[in-house]
């Protein structure tokens, strides 16, 4: 009878033990799955941040070349189609900005300047001794004012653009009143290229006649206004080079959106078309300023185990085979023991 209760105390005793390893074992798994997890939030958040200021730091270079531009023209006050070409040939804005895809100088007419705005281009030799005899405003509409494309550069294969009225197009013409309003850089958001026909998006900064505008007030600005300087982006590209061919962020997707409405129509750019970032786990929004304008970036993890090391994606499962592994080994010798024991006390019992 002894014998039988101290069998039974020792296997309550095996067991209660391989129970505690079982639960140390999974509480062990649940706080390394926990760390793991929270170092990849971690690395994930901090990747996204290293994105975000890569883009917006990257971007305000194309920004601030084109500033450049903008005040060489508000200085000259009036500028030749030679000065404007030469200019920005000599800085060589568009060959190192990639994604640019023009740049263009819009010049506000009066309806009853038109036909005298027409002529004087058409009679401009300062790049050809010929003049632009097939120079013409279009498309015919009738307003009070236009904002005609007066130069573009590069200009080969561009020729059609001049003469291209921008308020004729109701968005073109809503953003470039809005700077004009404004006296800030606006965006167009996602519009079509008038020469290639695809996506991308522009960029306007107006510029005044500097000697009436006074107290700066939108009165004055939306008087005094003689044009703009134009940014013509080819979105894909731009945001390619920005990234570069070697991907610093591997683990990361994006889409680039003109506003905060994430929809087909406003998107600008997405990096990894194959890829739908609504299957990610680990996704957040993120903005990009534009001056007076914010775009959104939708940015997420690609696979569960980003930016980790293979031993470190693996490490809750080897805590738990682990502890598996000695629960049942401790388990298993127990119960050995036991049953030689048992053995022989079977023998003595024979005797």
């Known amino acids: 009878m002894y014998r039988s209760a101290l069998h039974s105390r020792f296997l309550v ?32 958040y901090q990747d996204v941040s ?17 500033n450049g531009l903008h005040g060489f023209v508000d200085a000259k006050g009036q500028v030749t189609r030679n000065e404007w070409s030469t200019y920005i040939k000599k800085l060589g804005i568009i060959e190192k900005y990639p994604g640019i895809s023009s740049l263009l100088y819009i010049e506000r007419v009066s309806k ?26 279009y498309p015919k509409t009738e307003s009070s004012e236009y904002f005609i494309v007066k130069y573009i550069e590069p200009f080969e294969g561009r020729e059609q653009t001049l003469g291209y009225d921008f308020s004729s197009e109701e968005k073109r013409k809503k953003v470039l009143e809005q700077s004009r309003k404004t006296g800030a850089i606006a965006s167009t958001g996602k519009i079509t290229n008038i020469i290639t026909q695809k996506p991308g998006f522009g960029i306007f900064l107006p510029f005044y006649d500097a000697k009436m505008i006074i107290q700066n007030s939108e009165l004055e600005r939306m008087n005094n206004l003689q044009g703009f300087v134009y940014a013509a982006f080819r979105a894909d ?8 061919q070697n991907d610093p962020f591997p683990n990361l997707d994006f889409e680039i959106y003109e506003n905060d409405q994430l929809t087909a129509e406003t998107l600008l750019y997405d990096h990894d078309p194959n890829h739908t970032i ?5 996704q957040t929004k993120e903005t990009l300023d534009i001056d007076s304008q914010t775009w959104t970036i939708l940015i997420c993890n690609k696979g569960s185990g980003l930016s980790l090391t293979q031993s470190q994606q693996t490490l809750p499962w080897i805590v738990l ?4 592994a000695f629960s049942f080994i401790f388990l298993g010798l127990f119960l050995y023991r036991f049953k030689q024991h048992l053995a022989n006390y079977q023998i003595i019992k024979k005797v």
């Not at 009853?112 to 005899?133: A, I």
């Not at 609504?278 to 680990?282: E, R």
Request: net charge negative.
């Open 237 to 244: 590209e731009m945001f390619k080079t920005i990234i570069g």
């Open 278 to 282: 609504s299957d990610s786990h680990l």
């Open 13 to 44: 005793t095996t067991f209660t033990i391989f129970f505690i390893f079982l639960i140390v074992t999974f509480s062990a798994y649940k706080i390394t799955s926990d760390v793991v997890e929270q170092e990849s939030k971690n690395r994930f």
């Open 321 to 324: 085979a682990s502890g598996l």
């Open 112 to 137: 009853e300047n038109l036909k005298s705005f027409e002529e004087s281009v058409r009679r401009d030799t300062s790049l050809d001794p010929q003049g632009n005899p097939d120079f013409k405003v």
């Open 50 to 66: 290293d994105l975000k200021n890569r883009l917006q730091t990257r971007f305000n270079l194309y920004i601030l070349s084109i």
